[in-house]
Protein backbone atom coordinates (compact mmCIF):
# COMPACT_ATOMS: atom_id res chain seq x y z
CA UNK A 1 0.00 0.00 0.00
CA UNK A 2 1.56 3.22 -0.81
CA UNK A 3 1.43 6.53 1.28
CA UNK A 4 -1.96 7.37 0.89
CA UNK A 5 -1.24 10.99 1.03
CA UNK A 6 2.00 11.33 -0.40
CA UNK A 7 1.25 13.04 -3.59
CA UNK A 8 -0.86 15.70 -1.70
CA UNK A 9 2.19 16.03 0.48
CA UNK A 10 4.85 16.16 -2.12
CA UNK A 11 5.09 17.91 -5.62
CA UNK A 12 6.59 16.19 -8.48
CA UNK A 13 10.17 16.66 -9.09
CA UNK A 14 12.16 15.37 -11.77
CA UNK A 15 15.88 15.37 -12.08
CA UNK A 16 17.41 18.27 -12.57
CA UNK A 17 18.84 19.14 -16.20
CA UNK A 18 21.98 20.94 -15.44
CA UNK A 19 22.28 24.49 -16.41
CA UNK A 20 22.52 25.19 -19.84
CA UNK A 21 26.13 27.11 -20.07
CA UNK A 22 27.22 24.37 -17.94
CA UNK A 23 26.76 20.87 -19.94
CA UNK A 24 27.43 22.44 -23.57
CA UNK A 25 30.55 22.49 -22.36
CA UNK A 26 31.28 18.78 -22.51
CA UNK A 27 29.22 15.49 -23.39
CA UNK A 28 28.50 14.84 -20.33
CA UNK A 29 25.16 13.24 -18.54
CA UNK A 30 22.43 15.95 -19.06
CA UNK A 31 20.94 15.08 -15.62
CA UNK A 32 21.87 15.64 -11.52
CA UNK A 33 20.41 13.11 -9.13
CA UNK A 34 18.27 13.97 -6.35
CA UNK A 35 19.32 13.82 -3.06
CA UNK A 36 18.36 10.32 -1.40
CA UNK A 37 15.52 11.81 0.65
CA UNK A 38 13.97 14.07 -2.11
CA UNK A 39 13.68 10.17 -3.81
CA UNK A 40 11.78 8.55 -1.16
CA UNK A 41 9.28 11.07 -1.01
CA UNK A 42 9.25 10.73 -4.94
CA UNK A 43 8.61 7.31 -4.72
CA UNK A 44 5.62 8.20 -1.92
CA UNK A 45 3.63 10.13 -4.26
CA UNK A 46 2.24 6.46 -5.91
CA UNK A 47 -0.97 5.98 -4.59
CA UNK A 48 -0.81 2.43 -5.60
CA UNK A 49 -3.61 2.61 -7.53
CA UNK A 50 -6.49 -0.39 -7.63
CA UNK A 51 -6.12 0.37 -11.30
CA UNK A 52 -2.35 1.28 -12.03
CA UNK A 53 -2.98 2.78 -15.71
CA UNK A 54 0.83 3.21 -15.51
CA UNK A 55 1.12 -0.44 -15.87
CA UNK A 56 -1.36 -0.26 -18.35
CA UNK A 57 -1.13 -0.95 -22.03
CA UNK A 58 -1.07 2.89 -22.38
CA UNK A 59 1.76 2.81 -19.94
CA UNK A 60 4.89 0.26 -19.70
CA UNK A 61 5.05 -1.79 -22.00
CA UNK A 62 7.58 -4.06 -20.11
CA UNK A 63 4.38 -4.13 -17.58
CA UNK A 64 6.62 -3.18 -14.70
CA UNK A 65 5.34 -3.50 -10.99
CA UNK A 66 5.49 -0.11 -10.53
CA UNK A 67 3.30 0.35 -8.04
CA UNK A 68 5.03 -2.50 -6.19
CA UNK A 69 8.49 -0.66 -6.44
CA UNK A 70 7.38 2.79 -5.60
CA UNK A 71 6.18 1.51 -2.49
CA UNK A 72 9.12 -0.44 -1.34
CA UNK A 73 11.60 2.74 -2.33
CA UNK A 74 9.24 5.23 -0.55
CA UNK A 75 9.87 2.77 2.64
CA UNK A 76 14.03 2.55 2.10
CA UNK A 77 13.63 -1.11 1.04
CA UNK A 78 15.82 -0.05 -1.97
CA UNK A 79 16.98 -3.93 -2.36
CA UNK A 80 13.26 -5.64 -2.42
CA UNK A 81 12.49 -2.69 -4.69
CA UNK A 82 15.19 -3.54 -7.18
CA UNK A 83 14.40 -7.33 -6.76
CA UNK A 84 10.76 -6.58 -7.87
CA UNK A 85 12.25 -3.90 -10.81
CA UNK A 86 14.54 -6.55 -12.13
CA UNK A 87 11.33 -8.79 -12.65
CA UNK A 88 10.10 -7.58 -15.63
CA UNK A 89 12.79 -5.06 -16.93
CA UNK A 90 16.34 -6.20 -17.58
CA UNK A 91 17.82 -2.89 -18.18
CA UNK A 92 16.39 -0.21 -16.37
CA UNK A 93 20.01 2.19 -16.52
CA UNK A 94 19.13 2.57 -20.40
CA UNK A 95 15.54 3.25 -19.78
CA UNK A 96 16.14 5.05 -16.78
CA UNK A 97 17.81 7.80 -18.86
CA UNK A 98 16.01 7.66 -22.37
CA UNK A 99 12.28 6.18 -21.97
CA UNK A 100 9.63 8.92 -22.28
CA UNK A 101 8.28 6.97 -19.69
CA UNK A 102 4.59 6.44 -21.11
CA UNK A 103 3.86 5.51 -17.58
CA UNK A 104 4.33 8.91 -16.46
CA UNK A 105 2.02 10.09 -18.64
CA UNK A 106 -0.43 7.07 -18.24
CA UNK A 107 -0.40 8.07 -13.97
CA UNK A 108 -3.46 8.55 -12.44
CA UNK A 109 -2.12 11.46 -11.61
CA UNK A 110 -1.86 12.91 -15.19
CA UNK A 111 0.23 15.95 -15.75
CA UNK A 112 1.96 15.54 -12.38
CA UNK A 113 2.85 11.93 -13.10
CA UNK A 114 4.76 10.02 -10.57
CA UNK A 115 8.81 9.94 -11.66
CA UNK A 116 8.52 6.47 -12.07
CA UNK A 117 11.63 6.85 -14.96
CA UNK A 118 14.10 8.79 -12.36
CA UNK A 119 13.28 6.33 -9.63
CA UNK A 120 13.99 3.17 -11.59
CA UNK A 121 17.41 5.07 -12.23
CA UNK A 122 18.02 5.90 -8.72
CA UNK A 123 17.17 1.98 -7.82
CA UNK A 124 19.51 0.38 -10.67
CA UNK A 125 22.53 2.59 -9.71
CA UNK A 126 22.31 1.94 -6.14
CA UNK A 127 22.30 -1.44 -6.85
CA UNK A 128 25.26 -1.24 -9.26
CA UNK A 129 27.43 0.93 -6.68
CA UNK A 130 26.36 -1.50 -3.75
CA UNK A 131 27.14 -4.28 -5.54
CA UNK A 132 23.64 -5.65 -5.59
CA UNK A 133 23.63 -6.45 -9.08
CA UNK A 134 26.01 -8.98 -9.77
CA UNK A 135 26.17 -12.09 -12.85
CA UNK A 136 23.74 -14.33 -13.33
CA UNK A 137 25.36 -17.49 -14.44
CA UNK A 138 22.87 -20.78 -15.37
CA UNK A 139 23.35 -22.82 -13.36
CA UNK A 140 22.26 -25.57 -15.95
CA UNK A 141 23.20 -25.58 -20.01
CA UNK A 142 20.47 -26.84 -22.61
CA UNK A 143 23.37 -27.61 -24.74
CA UNK A 144 21.10 -25.72 -27.60
CA UNK A 145 23.36 -22.41 -29.70
CA UNK A 146 21.07 -19.21 -30.46
CA UNK A 147 22.05 -16.71 -32.94
CA UNK A 148 20.98 -13.20 -31.93
CA UNK A 149 21.21 -10.63 -34.84
CA UNK A 150 22.42 -7.45 -33.93
CA UNK A 151 22.72 -5.67 -30.36
CA UNK A 152 20.62 -3.03 -29.86
CA UNK A 153 18.01 -2.76 -27.25
CA UNK A 154 15.72 -6.10 -28.62
CA UNK A 155 18.70 -7.67 -29.45
CA UNK A 156 20.48 -7.33 -26.04
CA UNK A 157 17.02 -8.60 -24.35
CA UNK A 158 16.30 -11.16 -25.89
CA UNK A 159 20.24 -12.30 -25.39
CA UNK A 160 19.75 -12.15 -21.78
CA UNK A 161 16.06 -14.16 -21.45
CA UNK A 162 17.51 -16.74 -23.45
CA UNK A 163 21.15 -17.26 -21.64
CA UNK A 164 18.64 -16.91 -18.64
CA UNK A 165 16.81 -19.79 -19.69
CA UNK A 166 20.61 -21.72 -20.11
CA UNK A 167 20.50 -21.82 -24.21
CA UNK A 168 24.29 -20.79 -25.09
CA UNK A 169 23.43 -17.14 -26.62
CA UNK A 170 25.99 -15.66 -29.30
CA UNK A 171 25.34 -11.94 -30.50
CA UNK A 172 26.18 -11.33 -33.97
CA UNK A 173 26.81 -7.61 -34.62
CA UNK A 174 28.21 -5.66 -37.24
CA UNK A 175 29.29 -3.19 -35.67
CA UNK A 176 33.08 -2.44 -33.53
CA UNK A 177 30.96 -2.25 -30.43
CA UNK A 178 27.31 -3.12 -28.95
CA UNK A 179 24.33 -1.29 -28.17
CA UNK A 180 23.04 -0.67 -31.70
CA UNK A 181 21.37 2.82 -31.56
CA UNK A 182 22.10 3.24 -27.66
CA UNK A 183 26.14 3.39 -28.83
CA UNK A 184 25.81 4.54 -32.23
CA UNK A 185 22.98 6.89 -32.17
CA UNK A 186 21.71 7.98 -29.27
CA UNK A 187 24.64 10.72 -27.73
CA UNK A 188 26.12 10.39 -24.71
CA UNK A 189 24.88 13.30 -22.71
CA UNK A 190 21.28 11.24 -22.85
CA UNK A 191 22.86 8.11 -22.57
CA UNK A 192 26.65 7.62 -21.25
CA UNK A 193 28.52 4.97 -23.00
CA UNK A 194 30.04 3.71 -20.08
CA UNK A 195 26.47 2.58 -18.81
CA UNK A 196 26.23 0.29 -22.39
CA UNK A 197 29.76 -0.75 -21.75
CA UNK A 198 29.13 -1.87 -18.29
CA UNK A 199 25.96 -3.95 -19.02
CA UNK A 200 27.35 -5.37 -22.14
CA UNK A 201 30.19 -6.60 -19.34
CA UNK A 202 27.91 -7.81 -17.32
CA UNK A 203 26.13 -9.80 -19.92
CA UNK A 204 29.51 -11.70 -21.04
CA UNK A 205 30.17 -12.70 -17.70
CA UNK A 206 27.15 -14.02 -17.88
CA UNK A 207 27.97 -16.38 -20.22
CA UNK A 208 27.15 -14.43 -23.67
CA UNK A 209 29.19 -14.18 -26.55
CA UNK A 210 29.93 -11.05 -28.73
CA UNK A 211 30.90 -11.70 -32.43
CA UNK A 212 31.61 -7.93 -33.55
CA UNK A 213 32.37 -6.21 -36.58
CA UNK A 214 30.76 -9.13 -37.96
CA UNK A 215 27.86 -9.05 -40.69
CA UNK A 216 25.54 -11.82 -40.26
CA UNK A 217 25.89 -14.63 -42.83
CA UNK A 218 23.25 -17.14 -43.77
CA UNK A 219 25.68 -19.86 -43.77
CA UNK A 220 26.74 -19.17 -40.15
CA UNK A 221 23.26 -19.38 -39.28
CA UNK A 222 22.43 -22.27 -40.04
CA UNK A 223 24.75 -24.12 -37.49
CA UNK A 224 22.35 -22.29 -34.54
CA UNK A 225 19.15 -24.00 -33.14
CA UNK A 226 17.40 -20.28 -33.18
CA UNK A 227 18.21 -17.62 -34.60
CA UNK A 228 16.53 -13.93 -33.54
CA UNK A 229 16.91 -11.24 -36.04
CA UNK A 230 17.03 -7.48 -34.30
CA UNK A 231 18.64 -5.95 -36.72
CA UNK A 232 16.48 -2.69 -36.20
CA UNK A 233 14.68 -0.15 -38.81
CA UNK A 234 17.51 1.26 -39.82
CA UNK A 235 17.04 3.24 -43.51
CA UNK A 236 16.61 6.52 -43.52
CA UNK A 237 13.68 8.70 -45.18
CA UNK A 238 15.78 10.82 -48.06
CA UNK A 239 14.63 14.12 -49.35
CA UNK A 240 14.71 12.65 -52.60
CA UNK A 241 16.55 15.74 -54.00
CA UNK A 242 19.69 16.90 -56.47
CA UNK A 243 23.00 17.02 -54.60
CA UNK A 244 21.96 14.60 -51.96
CA UNK A 245 25.50 13.33 -52.52
CA UNK A 246 27.12 16.50 -51.57
CA UNK A 247 29.54 17.26 -49.01
CA UNK A 248 28.22 18.39 -46.08
CA UNK A 249 24.56 16.56 -46.68
CA UNK A 250 24.19 13.71 -44.10
CA UNK A 251 21.97 11.48 -42.47
CA UNK A 252 21.37 12.25 -38.60
CA UNK A 253 22.76 9.00 -37.17
CA UNK A 254 25.77 8.69 -39.52
CA UNK A 255 26.89 12.48 -37.70
CA UNK A 256 25.39 11.21 -34.38
CA UNK A 257 27.60 8.35 -34.85
CA UNK A 258 30.88 9.98 -35.73
CA UNK A 259 30.62 12.45 -32.97
CA UNK A 260 30.36 9.53 -30.52
CA UNK A 261 32.99 7.65 -32.56
CA UNK A 262 35.14 10.79 -31.88
CA UNK A 263 34.07 11.30 -27.90
CA UNK A 264 35.30 7.71 -27.13
CA UNK A 265 38.49 7.49 -29.22
CA UNK A 266 39.49 10.93 -27.67
CA UNK A 267 40.05 12.60 -31.25
CA UNK A 268 38.29 15.21 -32.95
CA UNK A 269 35.32 13.81 -34.80
CA UNK A 270 35.58 13.48 -38.42
CA UNK A 271 32.57 15.06 -39.19
CA UNK A 272 32.04 18.35 -37.05
CA UNK A 273 29.45 21.11 -37.06
CA UNK A 274 32.24 23.32 -35.46
CA UNK A 275 31.86 27.06 -37.37
CA UNK A 276 29.14 25.57 -39.94
CA UNK A 277 25.98 27.02 -40.55
CA UNK A 278 23.74 23.92 -39.50
CA UNK A 279 20.17 23.24 -40.79
CA UNK A 280 18.35 19.99 -39.35
CA UNK A 281 15.29 18.83 -41.71
CA UNK A 282 12.98 16.86 -39.01
CA UNK A 283 11.77 18.42 -35.96
CA UNK A 284 11.87 15.27 -33.88
CA UNK A 285 13.44 13.36 -30.97
CA UNK A 286 16.72 12.25 -33.67
CA UNK A 287 16.57 16.09 -34.81
CA UNK A 288 16.75 17.66 -31.55
CA UNK A 289 20.03 15.20 -30.50
CA UNK A 290 21.27 16.71 -34.00
CA UNK A 291 20.95 20.25 -32.60
CA UNK A 292 22.39 19.60 -29.20
CA UNK A 293 25.60 17.97 -30.69
CA UNK A 294 25.64 20.78 -33.17
CA UNK A 295 25.67 23.42 -30.39
CA UNK A 296 28.27 21.48 -28.73
CA UNK A 297 30.66 20.81 -31.20
CA UNK A 298 30.58 24.54 -31.70
CA UNK A 299 28.43 25.66 -34.79
CA UNK A 300 27.63 29.11 -35.96
CA UNK A 301 23.90 28.74 -36.21
CA UNK A 302 21.64 26.12 -36.04
CA UNK A 303 18.35 25.86 -37.60
CA UNK A 304 15.38 22.91 -36.99
CA UNK A 305 13.17 22.56 -40.13
CA UNK A 306 9.69 20.76 -39.18
CA UNK A 307 7.22 20.11 -41.99
CA UNK A 308 4.03 19.83 -39.32
CA UNK A 309 2.27 22.93 -37.68
CA UNK A 310 3.40 23.61 -34.31
CA UNK A 311 1.77 21.09 -31.71
CA UNK A 312 -0.64 22.66 -29.16
CA UNK A 313 0.41 23.40 -25.54
CA UNK A 314 -2.22 21.46 -24.34
CA UNK A 315 -4.07 17.84 -25.42
CA UNK A 316 -6.85 18.14 -27.73
CA UNK A 317 -10.17 16.24 -28.33
CA UNK A 318 -9.31 12.79 -29.71
CA UNK A 319 -5.83 13.02 -27.51
CA UNK A 320 -7.31 12.19 -23.90
CA UNK A 321 -5.14 10.86 -21.22
CA UNK A 322 -3.97 8.45 -20.42
CA UNK A 323 -2.94 8.25 -24.14
CA UNK A 324 0.57 9.83 -24.96
CA UNK A 325 -0.22 13.50 -25.04
CA UNK A 326 1.02 14.54 -28.61
CA UNK A 327 1.60 18.43 -27.32
CA UNK A 328 4.42 20.73 -27.81
CA UNK A 329 7.42 19.96 -25.96
CA UNK A 330 10.53 21.20 -25.84
CA UNK A 331 13.77 19.02 -25.42
CA UNK A 332 16.85 19.57 -23.85
CA UNK A 333 18.95 20.44 -27.42
CA UNK A 334 15.74 23.29 -28.24
CA UNK A 335 16.26 24.73 -24.66
CA UNK A 336 20.23 24.55 -25.35
CA UNK A 337 19.50 26.80 -28.65
CA UNK A 338 17.30 28.74 -26.82
CA UNK A 339 19.79 29.39 -23.98
CA UNK A 340 22.81 29.96 -26.72
CA UNK A 341 21.46 31.50 -29.61
CA UNK A 342 18.70 33.55 -28.18
CA UNK A 343 15.63 31.86 -29.80
CA UNK A 344 13.88 28.05 -30.58
CA UNK A 345 15.73 26.89 -33.33
CA UNK A 346 12.20 24.86 -34.58
CA UNK A 347 10.82 26.54 -37.63
CA UNK A 348 7.58 24.76 -39.00
CA UNK A 349 5.54 24.13 -41.54
CA UNK A 350 8.51 24.18 -43.58
CA UNK A 351 11.05 21.46 -45.50
CA UNK A 352 14.41 22.16 -47.72
CA UNK A 353 13.15 22.67 -51.67
CA UNK A 354 16.46 22.29 -52.90
CA UNK A 355 20.10 22.16 -52.27
CA UNK A 356 23.13 24.96 -53.84
CA UNK A 357 26.98 23.60 -53.78
CA UNK A 358 30.05 24.85 -54.98
CA UNK A 359 32.11 23.73 -57.78
CA UNK A 360 33.53 20.72 -55.77
CA UNK A 361 30.09 19.59 -54.52
CA UNK A 362 30.04 21.35 -51.27
CA UNK A 363 26.50 22.28 -50.13
CA UNK A 364 27.24 26.21 -49.85
CA UNK A 365 22.95 26.93 -49.18
CA UNK A 366 19.21 25.22 -49.17
CA UNK A 367 15.90 27.25 -50.68
CA UNK A 368 13.69 26.23 -47.54
CA UNK A 369 10.09 26.41 -48.78
CA UNK A 370 6.54 27.07 -46.66
CA UNK A 371 4.09 24.59 -46.58
CA UNK A 372 0.55 24.42 -46.04
CA UNK A 373 -1.26 21.49 -45.10
CA UNK A 374 -4.71 21.09 -47.90
CA UNK A 375 -7.93 20.12 -47.18
CA UNK A 376 -6.94 16.63 -47.96
CA UNK A 377 -3.94 16.47 -45.09
CA UNK A 378 -1.57 17.00 -46.98
CA UNK A 379 1.05 19.26 -46.77
CA UNK A 380 2.19 21.37 -50.06
CA UNK A 381 4.58 24.06 -51.11
CA UNK A 382 3.37 27.48 -50.76
CA UNK A 383 4.49 28.96 -54.40
CA UNK A 384 6.94 32.28 -53.32
CA UNK A 385 7.54 31.34 -50.12
CA UNK A 386 11.31 30.48 -51.48
CA UNK A 387 14.23 31.67 -49.67
CA UNK A 388 17.70 31.33 -50.09
CA UNK A 389 19.64 30.35 -46.48
CA UNK A 390 23.39 29.45 -45.80
CA UNK A 391 24.10 26.05 -44.78
CA UNK A 392 27.26 24.10 -44.97
CA UNK A 393 25.87 21.65 -42.80
CA UNK A 394 22.91 19.51 -43.96
CA UNK A 395 21.43 16.99 -41.84
CA UNK A 396 18.52 14.69 -42.60
CA UNK A 397 16.99 13.24 -39.61
CA UNK A 398 13.35 12.87 -41.40
CA UNK A 399 12.56 9.53 -40.30
CA UNK A 400 13.51 5.47 -41.03
CA UNK A 401 11.41 3.84 -43.58
CA UNK A 402 12.28 0.20 -42.11
CA UNK A 403 15.39 -2.41 -42.45
CA UNK A 404 18.19 -1.94 -45.08
CA UNK A 405 18.51 -3.20 -48.13
CA UNK A 406 21.06 -5.13 -47.65
CA UNK A 407 20.06 -7.14 -45.02
CA UNK A 408 16.74 -8.17 -46.60
CA UNK A 409 19.08 -9.63 -49.55
CA UNK A 410 21.50 -11.34 -48.04
CA UNK A 411 18.89 -12.91 -45.32
CA UNK A 412 16.42 -13.23 -48.16
CA UNK A 413 13.83 -11.52 -45.78
CA UNK A 414 10.51 -10.05 -46.74
CA UNK A 415 9.31 -6.98 -45.97
CA UNK A 416 5.71 -5.76 -45.75
CA UNK A 417 4.81 -2.11 -47.18
CA UNK A 418 6.58 -0.15 -44.16
CA UNK A 419 9.62 -1.90 -44.41
CA UNK A 420 8.79 -4.18 -41.26
CA UNK A 421 10.40 -7.61 -41.52
CA UNK A 422 6.75 -8.65 -39.34
CA UNK A 423 5.13 -12.34 -39.21
CA UNK A 424 1.43 -11.97 -41.18
CA UNK A 425 0.04 -13.56 -37.78
CA UNK A 426 1.66 -10.67 -35.66
CA UNK A 427 3.87 -13.07 -34.03
CA UNK A 428 7.84 -13.41 -33.86
CA UNK A 429 8.18 -16.37 -35.91
CA UNK A 430 9.07 -15.88 -39.32
CA UNK A 431 9.64 -19.52 -40.17
CA UNK A 432 11.71 -22.50 -39.33
CA UNK A 433 13.89 -22.08 -36.57
CA UNK A 434 14.06 -17.66 -36.96
CA UNK A 435 12.40 -14.95 -35.37
CA UNK A 436 12.59 -11.08 -35.52
CA UNK A 437 12.15 -8.56 -32.89
CA UNK A 438 12.77 -4.24 -32.60
CA UNK A 439 12.60 -1.96 -34.76
CA UNK A 440 13.05 -4.70 -37.47
CA UNK A 441 9.66 -6.09 -36.85
CA UNK A 442 7.40 -3.12 -35.54
CA UNK A 443 9.32 0.11 -37.18
CA UNK A 444 11.60 2.56 -35.72
CA UNK A 445 9.83 2.98 -31.71
CA UNK A 446 11.63 3.15 -28.64
CA UNK A 447 14.36 1.12 -26.29
CA UNK A 448 11.58 -0.04 -24.38
CA UNK A 449 9.72 -1.11 -26.90
CA UNK A 450 12.30 -2.69 -28.53
CA UNK A 451 13.18 -4.22 -24.95
CA UNK A 452 9.50 -5.52 -24.76
CA UNK A 453 9.55 -6.89 -28.41
CA UNK A 454 13.09 -8.86 -27.76
CA UNK A 455 11.89 -10.64 -24.80
CA UNK A 456 8.80 -11.81 -26.69
CA UNK A 457 10.42 -13.32 -29.29
CA UNK A 458 12.81 -14.82 -26.86
CA UNK A 459 9.72 -16.51 -24.77
CA UNK A 460 8.21 -17.75 -28.68
CA UNK A 461 12.47 -19.23 -29.60
CA UNK A 462 12.49 -20.95 -25.93
CA UNK A 463 9.17 -22.06 -26.60
CA UNK A 464 10.08 -23.81 -29.77
CA UNK A 465 13.67 -25.21 -28.87
CA UNK A 466 11.80 -26.87 -25.82
CA UNK A 467 9.17 -28.31 -28.38
CA UNK A 468 12.25 -29.37 -30.46
CA UNK A 469 13.72 -31.11 -28.21
C1 LIG B 1 19.26 9.48 -32.80
C2 LIG B 1 18.26 8.61 -32.11
C3 LIG B 1 17.88 8.91 -30.81
C4 LIG B 1 16.96 8.10 -30.16
N1 LIG B 1 16.61 8.43 -28.89
C5 LIG B 1 15.76 7.63 -28.23
C6 LIG B 1 15.39 7.93 -26.89
O1 LIG B 1 15.81 8.94 -26.32
N2 LIG B 1 14.55 7.09 -26.24
C7 LIG B 1 14.07 5.96 -26.83
O2 LIG B 1 13.34 5.20 -26.17
N3 LIG B 1 14.39 5.64 -28.10
C8 LIG B 1 15.22 6.45 -28.82
N4 LIG B 1 15.54 6.15 -30.11
C9 LIG B 1 14.97 4.93 -30.71
C10 LIG B 1 15.73 3.67 -30.23
O3 LIG B 1 17.12 3.91 -30.23
C11 LIG B 1 15.39 2.47 -31.09
O4 LIG B 1 13.98 2.30 -31.12
C12 LIG B 1 16.04 1.19 -30.54
O5 LIG B 1 17.43 1.33 -30.44
C13 LIG B 1 15.70 -0.01 -31.44
O6 LIG B 1 16.37 -1.13 -30.95
P1 LIG B 1 16.69 -2.40 -31.87
O7 LIG B 1 17.46 -3.31 -31.01
O8 LIG B 1 15.45 -2.90 -32.50
O9 LIG B 1 17.60 -1.84 -33.07
P2 LIG B 1 18.95 -1.01 -33.11
O10 LIG B 1 19.21 -0.27 -31.85
O11 LIG B 1 18.89 -0.24 -34.38
O12 LIG B 1 20.07 -2.14 -33.24
C14 LIG B 1 20.19 -2.93 -34.39
C15 LIG B 1 21.60 -3.51 -34.43
O13 LIG B 1 21.66 -4.51 -35.46
C16 LIG B 1 22.92 -4.41 -36.12
N5 LIG B 1 22.75 -5.01 -37.45
C17 LIG B 1 21.87 -4.65 -38.40
N6 LIG B 1 21.97 -5.46 -39.46
C18 LIG B 1 22.93 -6.36 -39.15
C19 LIG B 1 23.49 -7.48 -39.86
N7 LIG B 1 23.06 -7.81 -41.08
N8 LIG B 1 24.48 -8.19 -39.24
C20 LIG B 1 24.92 -7.86 -38.01
N9 LIG B 1 24.41 -6.81 -37.29
C21 LIG B 1 23.44 -6.08 -37.87
C22 LIG B 1 23.17 -2.91 -36.17
O14 LIG B 1 24.54 -2.62 -36.38
C23 LIG B 1 22.67 -2.48 -34.78
O15 LIG B 1 23.71 -2.53 -33.84
C24 LIG B 1 16.42 6.96 -30.81
C25 LIG B 1 16.79 6.66 -32.12
C26 LIG B 1 17.69 7.48 -32.78
C27 LIG B 1 18.07 7.17 -34.19
S1 LIG C 1 -0.95 5.19 -11.89
FE1 LIG C 1 0.60 6.57 -10.92
S2 LIG C 1 -0.08 6.74 -8.78
FE2 LIG C 1 -1.18 4.97 -9.66
S3 LIG C 1 0.06 3.15 -9.16
FE3 LIG C 1 0.79 3.90 -11.19
S4 LIG C 1 2.50 5.33 -10.76
FE4 LIG C 1 1.37 4.99 -8.81
Redesign the pocket.
Known amino acids: MGKATGFLETERMENPLRAEDDRLKDFNDLHASLPVRDRHSQASRCMDCGVPFCQSDFGCPLHNLIPEWNDLLWQGQEKEALARLLLTAPFPE??G????ALCEKACNLADEGVTNRDNELYLIETGFARGWVVPRVPSRRTGKQVAV?????????AADLLNQRGHTVTV????DL??????????NM??PKEIVERRIRLMEAEGISFLLN????PDQLRAFDAVI??????RPRSLNLPHMDAEGVHY??DY?TCATRGLLSGSAPVLSASGRHCIVVGGG??GN??VATALRQGASSVTQLEMMPKPCTARVPGNPWPEWPRTLRTDYGQLEAISVLGSDPRVYETTVGSIQVDEHNRIRSVETVRLKRTPEGRMEPIPGSERIVPCDLLLI?AG?IG??E??LR??SLEADARGRVLPADGSHALGGSWFS??????G????????A??RAAAHEADAFLAAAH
Open positions: FTHVCPVGSGPAGLAIERAPGGLMMYGIPKLTEADLCCGSRAVLDTDCAFCEQTTLAGDLRTQSLVVRAVDG
